[in-house]
C-alpha cells in the first residue's frame, strides 16, 4: 500500500476511549502510532498482509507497517514491521514468523474512508506475539519431537540391602502423523535408555510403529430396557504396534543375560481414545522373535499388555503415561538356573511436564516408576526389581499440535 498525498483519519485504538480531535490543519497523513500492548487486538492468521509505509514517528522511525484490512468494516489492523525494545521504540529486528506482505497501491481518495486501528501482528496456530511484536511457542507436541534426557534412575532389589545407584541418559525421535478414515500413525526411532553407574545397563528400540483407528460402525449394539429403552454402541476400534531391534541388557548382582527382539509384531484394542486419536488406553497382544544372545539361540515371547498414553491439556504440557505387560518365553534350550519356560512381568507409570522453553524449545520434568519381575537370568532368584526415577528432558525439535489454536491471548 503507497503512502497517500492527502490527510487522512488518526489512527484509532478500538480497546481504548476516543482520542483528542486533530489540529485544524493536519499535516499530510499526521499519524501518531500509540505503542500496542496487551489490549491491543490480534490481527487474524489468515488473509494477506499489506506493506505500508507512513512518515516517521518517534515509535517507528522507519516508516514501515503491516497492515491487514477489512473492506466491508472500512477499517485496518496496522503493526509495526519491526520488533520493539523496551522503551516502545522499534529496533532493528523485522517480525518472526509473519508471512510476507504485499504493497499495494490505493487511492488517496479511497484511503480517506479507513480507519488505522493499532494491533498486534499476526502469529502462527500455537504461537503468541507479545506487545513489542516478539513471538514465543506456548502449544507443544510431545509426540513430534527429538529429545535428549537425563535422570536419577537409583535400583532396588528385593531379598538385597543395597541401593544401586545409576543415572539415565535417554534420547529418540518421536513422529505421528494422521492418516485416511480416521487413522492415527505413530513412530519411535533410535528409543534408547543408558544407565551409568552400578549394574551399568541398557535398553534400546531401533524402530517401533503404531496405528489407531476410529469405526463409525459399531462391531454390536446392546439396547437395554430398565425404564426407557437405551441403545448402547460398542466399537471394535483395532489396530496394530510393531517393534523391531529391540535389545535389552539385564545386571543383576554378579548375574548378566543380553537379549534382542529381533521383530514383534501385536494386534491392539482401544479400550478409549480421545476424538483426535492422540490420547488412548488400549490393549495389545502378539507374538516376538527373540535372540538369547548370552545363550546362542533363539526363542519365540508372545506377550499382552494394558496400557495408556495420555495428554491431559490442550497444550500439550501435562502428559501421563502406564503399562503392565506379561511375557512368557517358549522354544528355549535348557539352561542351568533358570526355569525352561521363563516369564516377565513389567509395570511402569510415568509423568512428564513441560517446565520452561529455551528458544521455543521445550524443558521438561519426567517422573517415572518401573517395576520388573523375571526369572530368565541363569543364577538369578526370581525377584522383583523397583526403580524411581527423576530428571529432565530437552526437546530439540517440538511442533505444536496439529489442534493448536490460532492464538491465545491470556498467554503473555
Not at 492527502?6 to 484509532?12: D, F, I, L, Y
Not at 529391540?246 to 543375560?257: M, S, W
Amino acid at each position: 500500500m503507497a503512502e497517500p498525498e492527502a490527510p487522512a483519519e488518526a489512527p484509532v485504538d478500538a480497546t481504548q476511549a476516543p482520542t483528542p480531535e486533530p489540529p485544524a490543519t493536519p499535516e499530510p497523513w499526521d499519524f501518531q502510532m500509540a505503542v500496542p500492548d496487551a489490549s491491543s487486538p490480534q490481527q487474524p492468521f489468515d488473509g494477506q498482509a499489506r506493506c505500508l509505509t507512513l512518515p516517521p514517528t518517534p515509535a517507528v522511525p522507519s516508516g514501515q507497517w503491516r497492515a491487514r484490512c477489512d473492506e466491508a468494516k472500512k477499517e485496518c489492523l496496522v503493526s509495526p514491521a519491526n520488533e520493539l525494545d523496551a522503551e516502545g521504540h522499534e529496533n532493528d529486528q523485522p517480525l518472526q514468523r509473519v508471512d510476507g506482505c504485499v504493497s499495494h497501491l490505493m487511492p488517496a481518495q479511497k484511503a480517506r474512508e479507513y480507519r488505522l486501528v493499532p494491533a498486534i501482528a499476526e502469529a502462527p496456530p500455537g504461537w503468541y506475539r507479545d506487545e513489542r511484536g516478539r513471538v514465543l511457542q506456548y502449544n507443544f507436541d510431545l509426540h513430534r519431537r527429538v529429545y535428549l534426557g537425563g535422570a536419577w534412575a537409583p535400583r532396588w532389589l528385593r531379598g538385597t540391602d543395597g541401593v544401586d545407584e545409576r543415572v539415565r541418559v535417554d534420547f529418540g525421535v518421536d513422529l505421528e502423523w494422521p492418516g485416511d478414515s480416521d487413522r492415527l500413525h505413530r513412530m519411535t526411532l533410535l528409543d534408547t535408555e543408558l544407565y551409568l553407574g552400578d549394574a551399568a545397563s541398557y535398553e534400546a528400540t531401533l524402530l517401533r510403529y503404531d496405528f489407531r483407528s476410529q469405526h463409525d460402525a459399531p462391531l454390536f449394539r446392546v439396547t437395554t430396557f430398565h425404564g426407557r429403552p437405551r441403545r448402547f454402541d460398542v466399537y471394535a476400534n483395532l489396530g496394530f504396534w510393531m517393534e523391531v531391534l529391540h535389545g535389552e541388557q539385564v545386571r543383576r548382582e554378579d548375574a548378566h543375560a543380553d537379549f534382542l527382539s529381533l521383530a514383534a509384531t501385536d494386534l491392539t484394542l482401544d479400550l478409549w481414545h480421545s476424538s483426535d486419536l492422540v490420547s488412548y488406553v488400549r490393549v495389545r497382544a502378539g507374538p516376538a522373535v527373540e535372540r538369547d544372545r548370552t545363550n546362542g539361540f533363539f526363542t519365540l515371547v508372545p506377550a499382552a499388555a494394558l496400557e495408556g498414553d495420555l495428554t491431559l491439556d490442550r497444550d500439550g504440557f501435562h502428559h501421563v503415561r502406564f503399562g503392565a505387560e506379561a511375557q512368557k518365553v517358549l522354544l528355549a534350550q535348557a539352561v542351568d538356573g533358570r526355569p525352561l519356560r521363563p516369564e516377565r512381568l513389567r509395570l511402569r507409570a510415568g509423568y512428564e511436564v513441560i517446565l520452561l522453553a529455551i528458544n521455543d524449545q521445550p524443558v521438561s520434568l519426567t517422573l517415572d516408576g518401573r517395576g520388573t519381575w523375571r526369572d530368565d537370568v541363569a543364577n538369578a532368584p526370581a525377584s522383583w526389581e523397583w526403580s524411581a526415577q527423576a530428571g529432565l528432558r530437552f526437546s530439540l525439535w517440538a511442533p505444536a499440535r496439529r489442534s493448536a489454536p490460532t492464538s491465545s491471548p491470556g498467554k503473555g
